[in-house]
């Protein structure tokens, strides 16, 4: 199946600093890219999402950011804290079909 | 809030086996999905149900089969386990496409 690629695949950053983390697709047809953070032990759950229509939204701290002509999506945390350490799942969804999620990556604030 | 419901929360079992996991949501969602993620933490679409109708069906292995009564209810079968079906099978809904998928707690199986 098509791929949605994601890196890095572990990020570990100073707490209030900020952490990126890109992910590409494949299929030109995805319209819908979702972001889920899953905490250990808990299932994932959507902190943000993007549509095909947009090219940034931001939801207080959290920041995404599509670029369609280059496959490419982001998500940005500023001002990062300690809760904020968990893994952090990019997606993408062809319409009527199903979400591909990226290989995840795992975040780390340290104090 | 937990609204899509999984049993059991785990399960362990022998090479040969048959296991059955249930899956239930009120949420009055249109769409049910199964996702199996594997210890390095890959989640990978299994099967995708809409309305009763299977819509999606990734290439999984034929000892897996998804069974609905309800658009509520997606269940998972695996006629008889392997040691690489050893993974948390995640059941998801949503109101539709291009929506928040909503996760269960997972069932995590282990394969002896």
């Known amino acids: 199946g098509e791929q949605v690629e994601q890196l890095p695949s572990i990020l570990r950053v100073q707490e209030r600093s900020s952490a990126s983390i890109n992910c590409t697709y494949e299929?030109?047809?995805?319209?819908?890219f979702p972001w889920y953070k899953q905490e250990p032990g808990e299932n994932p759950k959507l902190i943000i999402d993007?549509?095909?229509?947009?090219e940034r939204k931001q939801i207080q701290g959290l920041i995404v950011l599509l670029d369609k002509k280059a496959k490419r999506f982001s998500l940005h945390i500023t001002d990062t804290q300690p809760a904020d350490s968990a893994m952090y799942f990019c997606?993408?969804?062809?319409?009527?079909?199903?979400?591909?999620f990226g290989t995840g990556t795992k975040l780390q604030v340290v104090p | 809030e937990t609204a899509v419901f999984q049993t059991p929360n785990y399960h362990v079992t022998q090479v040969g086996n048959e296991v059955s996991f249930n899956c239930k949501q009120t949420?009055?969602?249109?769409?049910m999905y199964w996702y199996k993620q594997d210890s390095k933490k890959l989640l990978k679409i299994m099967f995708s149900y809409n309305n009763k109708q299977l819509i999606v069906n990734e290439t999984v292995p034929r000892r897996f089969s998804p069974q609905s009564s309800d658009k509520a209810h997606l269940n998972l079968r695996i006629k008889s386990v392997e040691p690489e079906d050893s993974a948390v099978y995640l059941c998801?809904?949503?109101?539709?496409?291009?929506?928040?998928?909503?996760f269960g707690a997972g069932t995590r199986l282990s394969v002896l």
């Open positions: 997606a993408a969804e062809d319409s009527g079909t199903y979400q591909r």
């Open positions: 299929n030109s047809a995805s319209n819908y």
């Open positions: 993007i549509r095909s229509n947009m």
């Open positions: 949420l009055g969602h249109d769409t």
């Open positions: 998801a809904s949503s109101p539709g496409s291009q929506n928040t998928l909503y």
